[in-house]
């Protein structure tokens, strides 16, 4: 396994949520890790990523302000925090590592399931 996605959960609406996802092997070599989202019915969808190497990061411009992405290189795990969660966050929680920038797409976690209850 490369990317072990973890903390995802049962959420009240306007609450908080983190998650995280440790890298291995070749994933853990990547330039960049990603999370994206797939709600029910609905396509993949960006959700934030960040480099390795210096913390750069990138938000959708729809979650910027309510999410926030981190990473803790000693321990190859990348985290998403997400606030003020609504019952369209529901959603599978995927994350990811490449090359590619801002999208890093390569290497896929098994996903996370969030659900937002109202």
């Known amino acids: 396994v490369q990317l072990q996605a973890s903390g995802g959960g049962l959420v009240q609406a306007g609450g908080s949520l983190g998650l995280s996802c440790q890298a291995s092997?070749?994933?853990?070599?990547?330039?960049?890790m990603g999370w994206f989202r797939q709600a029910p019915g609905k396509g993949r969808e960006f959700v934030a990523s960040?480099?390795?190497?210096?913390?750069?990061?990138y938000y959708a411009d729809s979650l910027k302000g309510r999410v926030t992405i981190s990473r803790d290189n000693r321990r190859d795990t990348v985290y998403l925090h997400m606030s003020s969660l609504q019952s369209e966050d529901t959603a599978v929680y995927y994350c990811?590592?490449?090359?590619?920038?801002?999208?890093?797409?390569?290497?896929w976690g098994q996903g996370t399931q969030v659900t937002v209850s109202s």
């Open positions: 960040i480099t390795w190497s210096d913390g750069s990061t």
């Open positions: 092997g070749r994933a853990a070599s990547s330039s960049h």
């Open positions: 990811s590592a490449g090359a590619e920038w801002p999208f890093p797409s390569t290497y």
